[in-house]
């Protein structure tokens, strides 16, 4: 994992979401690449150009975030981009090649009761980039267990573990995997890809509705320093297909979430 997107909208956690990113790719040696999208639509006759100026000024609002982090040893390097947000990252990842997304859970617009919002419910949604949402406030500590729930335990993608794989064996984080037997449940679907056989430290089965109802109950008797799960149309975030958000009533995440890609059923 060498190359670490941190998207910036307009909040007051950015520094934070950023500080997290810089703070993790120290740990493993990443660049870290602080991005931010901006639209520009062209008139005819516009003397001034516009696109210039916002461009422009969002380098300026991209380095004032940087100005008041701890940029430590880290190569950090800003990109703006006139675009779409997804379709931005998708050039940006294209060109460079990014391993990890870094972002926050919500921008200040969003309502208190939102646990995802718009812009960090698209990335997840859409991007077929590893995702790691940090909660608001929250300081980089090398991971010590992670919780990995899943519905399937088959894997398609090739690199599909690669950023959990990373965090066990630099961090010596124990895996515990979570799977979660629902009415769709397949016999197939009760195979254990090898990969996840090989880094796990435990194994617990429980049968529920959704793949959310099992992470809950997990939780009422367990803690973990991260939860990781797959991106799927009807896995864990199926209200992101319904739209880009999620409230807190519907999930919420205290500790940092990864999101992974990589299940058949994924598309």
């Given at each position: 994992?060498?190359?670490?997107?941190?998207?910036?909208?307009?909040?007051?956690?950015?520094?934070?979401?950023?500080q997290y990113a810089i703070?993790?790719?120290?740990?493993?040696?990443?660049?870290?690449?602080?991005?931010?999208?901006?639209?520009?639509?062209?008139?005819?006759?516009?003397?001034?150009?516009?696109?210039?100026?916002?461009?422009?000024?969002?380098?300026?609002?991209?380095?004032?975030?940087?100005?008041?982090?701890?940029?430590?040893?880290?190569?950090?390097?800003?990109?703006?981009?006139?675009?779409?947000?997804?379709?931005?990252?998708?050039?940006?990842?294209?060109?460079?090649?990014?391993?990890?997304?870094?972002?926050?859970?919500?921008?200040?617009?969003?309502?208190?009761?939102?646990?995802?919002?718009?812009?960090?419910?698209?990335?997840?949604?859409?991007?077929?980039?590893?995702?790691?949402?940090?909660?608001?406030?929250?300081?980089?500590?090398?991971?010590?267990?992670?919780?990995?729930?899943?519905?399937?335990?088959?894997?398609?993608?090739?690199?599909?573990?690669?950023?959990?794989?990373?965090?066990?064996?630099?961090?010596?984080?124990?895996?515990?995997?979570?799977?979660?037997?629902?009415?769709?449940?397949?016999?197939?679907?009760?195979?254990?890809?090898?990969?996840?056989?090989?880094?796990?430290?435990?194994?617990?089965?429980t049968e529920k509705d959704?793949?959310?109802?099992?992470?809950?109950?997990?939780?009422?008797?367990?803690?973990?320093?991260?939860?990781?799960v797959f991106r799927r149309?009807?896995?864990?975030?199926?209200?992101?297909?319904?739209?880009?958000?999620?409230?807190?009533?519907?999930?919420?995440?205290?500790?940092?979430?990864?999101?992974?890609?990589?299940?058949?059923?994924?598309?």
């Amino acid at each position: 994992m060498k190359h670490i997107l941190v998207p910036i909208g307009s909040t007051e956690n950015a520094s934070n979401t950023l500080q997290y990113a810089i703070d993790l790719a120290s740990e493993i040696d990443a660049k870290v690449f602080v991005f931010r999208a901006y639209r520009v639509i062209s008139k005819a006759g516009t003397i001034i150009n516009v696109n210039e100026i916002i461009e422009r000024e969002t380098n300026l609002y991209l380095r004032s975030i940087i100005n008041v982090v701890n940029t430590k040893s880290v190569e950090v390097k800003m990109i703006s981009a006139n675009g779409d947000v997804i379709d931005s990252i998708n050039k940006v990842d294209k060109e460079l090649g990014i391993d990890l997304i870094v972002v926050g859970p919500k921008s200040n617009s969003v309502k208190e009761e939102v646990f995802l919002g718009s812009t960090s419910g698209s990335i997840v949604k859409y991007s077929k980039i590893p995702v790691l949402v940090v909660p608001n406030g929250a300081t980089f500590s090398p991971f010590k267990t992670a919780l990995t729930a899943f519905k399937s335990g088959v894997i398609t993608k090739e690199d599909a573990l690669h950023p959990l794989e990373m965090i066990a064996s630099k961090f010596n984080t124990e895996v515990d995997l979570l799977l979660v037997k629902t009415p769709a449940t397949t016999e197939e679907d009760l195979l254990l890809d090898a990969k996840l056989s090989k880094i796990q430290q435990s194994l617990t089965i429980t049968e529920k509705d959704t793949t959310f109802a099992g992470v809950l109950e997990y939780f009422e008797s367990n803690t973990t320093d991260m939860l990781c799960v797959f991106r799927r149309k009807r896995g864990f975030f199926k209200k992101l297909w319904e739209s880009n958000t999620i409230l807190k009533s519907e999930f919420y995440c205290d500790i940092p979430l990864l999101v992974l890609s990589g299940l058949s059923g994924d598309q």
